[in-house]
């Protein structure tokens, strides 16, 4: 019995080395991996993507975890069979990677700096990670400060509305607590005058995804600068096909502007936030401000936001035909790819015809250089459309190991970026309110 015990750990010990061993492969994404396994694993590279993610962002908190694997395994007797005694010696090699891994993290530092210095020349360089806050959040990825005060599910919909959203889905009960919102606020805001208001639209390529999450760059403009922070949700398809999703981003601000004041924020200071999908959203919602095709049944409320930041933004969704297939079919339930659409609902595209309208606000656009989903191109682009046809600044920071998701749980990445933010958004409420 123990040695069929014994064979079950060094069996499990193998799988899980050759796991992590795949998703740290990834995580460097050399060109072999952009070349052969993106191109055959498309359809599931959503999830590779995310994984390498989780490896790149928590690096050596998985390198301390496999040292206790290993320790585990020798107790278990996993390492006398030899199989399991050769991937020891391959597991050495991805922990070395583990921490390679960190080190680019922490080297990224000087790209911040930089970042920070355009948005503030008196601003000095971001402050060293090794202190008792830095460690703090590094050793707890989802640290969040004590004092928050968090308001959850306020229904930001109609009676009407929600009567729709049943009546278009069968009654599906899960569609109207879609269309909800959370409010985040610290417990020592100032007693008189309203604080600037940030609103994050959750990714999960238009299809899934929570506004459950609080992230490193809202828990730091609470605690620090008292911020109110609103997390929306909206409708997913394929049940609710694209632009239902915009309209009920459109609805929440509706709901935010009339309410806001209540919970100590400032109605006409309102920044967005999002993270890929959400990243799209909260672009369109900015560039589309007041379009009486997005506000159906509130066409005269105003709508209109003071600045966007985007994590990792699809800002181009009709270029290349796996993005457009994607958008046409799955999310906006077409039956083919509608390039006018597309153009119609592709930030990159609408650039110009904002621009015309007077509806382009600052935009803070992150990408990483090893994102394989929303590709680094799309927010150059981006910026390039924003710098020939814009006045107002977009500010592009490129994170050079950055991948798809480095934004949700702490890290020295998204320390690095959570600084970076907070210094962007501080500057535009100096500079607008």
Avoid at 15 to 39: D, E, H, M, R, W
Avoid at 105 to 117: C, F, I, Q, R, Y
Wanted: aromatic share 12%.
């Amino acid at each position: 019995m123990l040695a069929l015990f014994s064979a079950f750990v060094a069996t499990s010990y193998i799988f899980s080395v050759t796991l992590f061993g795949f998703f740290t492969v990834c995580a460097f994404n050399k060109p072999y991996v952009a070349n052969v396994i993106v191109p055959k694993l498309r359809k599931h590279y959503h999830l590779i993507e995310i994984f390498a993610s989780g490896v790149t962002e928590n690096a050596i908190h998985l390198v301390f975890l496999k040292l206790v694997i290993v320790k585990l395994v020798k107790l278990f007797g996993g390492f006398n069979y030899s199989l399991a005694w050769l991937f020891y010696f391959a597991d050495i090699v991805n922990m070395g990677a583990l921490v390679i891994l960190f080190y680019e993290m922490l080297n990224e530092k000087p790209v911040t700096d930089t970042a920070l210095k355009s948005i503030d020349p008196e601003s000095q360089p971001i402050k060293s990670i090794i202190g008792l806050e830095g460690m703090k959040k590094l050793l707890h990825p989802f640290w969040t400060p004590s004092d928050i005060n968090v308001h959850q599910n306020i229904t930001y919909a109609t009676n009407e509305e929600i009567r729709d959203a049943l009546k278009s889905t069968n009654d599906d009960f899960d569609q109207p607590r879609k269309m909800m919102l959370d409010i985040y606020c610290s417990n020592n805001m100032p007693k008189t005058g309203l604080q600037p208001v940030m609103v994050h639209i959750h990714g999960g390529a238009w299809r899934v995804g929570s506004k459950n999450i609080f992230y490193p760059h809202q828990k730091l403009l609470v605690q620090e600068n008292n911020w109110v922070m609103v997390n929306i949700g909206y409708r997913l398809a394929p049940k609710n096909p694209y632009p239902t999703h915009l309209i009920d981003v459109k609805r929440s601000l509706r709901w935010i502007k009339k309410n806001i004041a209540s919970f100590g924020g400032d109605p006409n200071f309102i920044v967005l936030s999002g993270d890929s999908a959400g990243a799209h959203l909260a672009a369109m919602t900015s560039l589309t401000t007041n379009d009486p095709k997005y506000q159906p049944g509130f066409e005269q409320v105003d709508t209109s936001v003071r600045g966007v930041i985007s994590f990792s933004g699809a800002l181009d969704i009709a270029t290349g035909s796996h993005h457009a297939n994607f958008f046409c079919k799955d999310i906006a339930n077409l039956g083919k790819v509608d390039y006018e659409f597309l153009h119609q609902h592709s930030p990159v595209s609408v650039v110009p015809k904002a621009k015309e309208e007077n509806k382009l606000v600052p935009f803070l656009v992150f990408a990483g250089e090893r994102d394989q989903l929303t590709e680094s191109r799309m927010s150059k682009s981006f910026k390039a459309a924003y710098d020939k046809d814009a006045s107002p600044l977009c500010q592009l920071v490129l994170l050079p190991g950055g991948h798809h998701v480095s934004y949700i749980a702490w890290s020295p990445r998204s320390l690095y970026v959570s600084y970076v933010i907070q210094a962007w958004c501080n500057q535009l409420y100096i500079k607008n309110k």
